[in-house]
């Protein structure tokens, strides 16, 4: 089969460009903002202890793809994610303004759990440098706003084109809307874009079927990645 010549090569975000761990000083250190913002809605009772953490645990076990309903390629409802785990956690109801809130303020802390893998910036880097554009699609219930601020954190933003994330399309890889979207974004037909992820298959098998050329992602903390920039210019320069 003959492809197009490249002209786009997109990733996937954890596990491909950065690393997480769970931030828990960065969460301990939330409680007292946590406790002040909800003072109104506790009606002055005492706040949980440990509560940035019991909020994280909650909001990671309900936002995994078995979660919520019965369909493991819908992204889930974030906003009800939050609601019903502040419900539990305080024993009211949380006005939308302040649970947006909370929403910024506990994945702010989860900053400081993000690693971006040796080379990523150098690679997205040289792909550009090979006149090529550079995007990145993940599964993220959370506001695009949120996961851009942190992609700007972490210094990646200003060396992607595009972004898509599954809270903007409601479906996750290996789903072919999102990656649908992904070459909408582009605006590139799908032998024209090479996919990278860790995944075999939400990222592989999911580009793939989307008519994209798809690579796996070196594990661990393997530097990212002078054999794809090798690949990436023969595709580059290939009809």
Not at 47 to 76: K, T
């Amino acid at each position: 089969m003959i492809h197009p010549r490249l002209r786009a090569v997109a990733f996937d975000y954890g596990g491909t460009l950065v690393s997480f761990r769970r931030p828990v000083a960065s969460l301990d250190r939330l409680d007292p903002e946590l406790a002040r913002l909800l003072l109104p809605v506790r009606g002055g009772g005492a706040a949980p202890r440990g509560l940035a953490r019991a909020l994280d645990a909650r909001v990671e076990s309900a936002a995994g793809p078995s979660g919520e309903g019965s369909d493991p390629a819908r992204e889930v409802d974030i906003a009800r994610v939050y609601d019903a785990a502040l419900l539990e956690l305080v024993g009211h109801r949380v006005p939308s303004r302040t649970r947006s809130r909370v929403v910024w303020l506990h994945q702010r802390a989860w900053f400081a759990g993000v690693t971006v893998r040796p080379g990523a910036v150098r690679l997205l880097e040289a792909i550009r440098g090979h006149g090529l554009r550079t995007g990145l699609c993940s599964n993220a219930p959370y506001p695009p706003a949120v996961l851009r601020a942190q992609l700007r954190h972490l210094g990646l933003l200003a060396h992607l084109d595009v972004t898509v994330f599954s809270s903007q399309v409601g479906w996750r890889k290996p789903h072919p809307a999102i990656f649908a979207a992904l070459l909408r974004r582009l605006r590139l037909a799908p032998g024209a874009v090479l996919f990278v992820g860790d995944s075999p298959a939400a990222d592989l098998a999911g580009a793939r079927a989307a008519g994209m050329r798809a690579r796996l992602a070196p594990a661990g903390r393997a530097p990212l990645w002078s054999a794809l920039l090798c690949e990436v210019a023969a595709l580059g320069e290939r009809s």
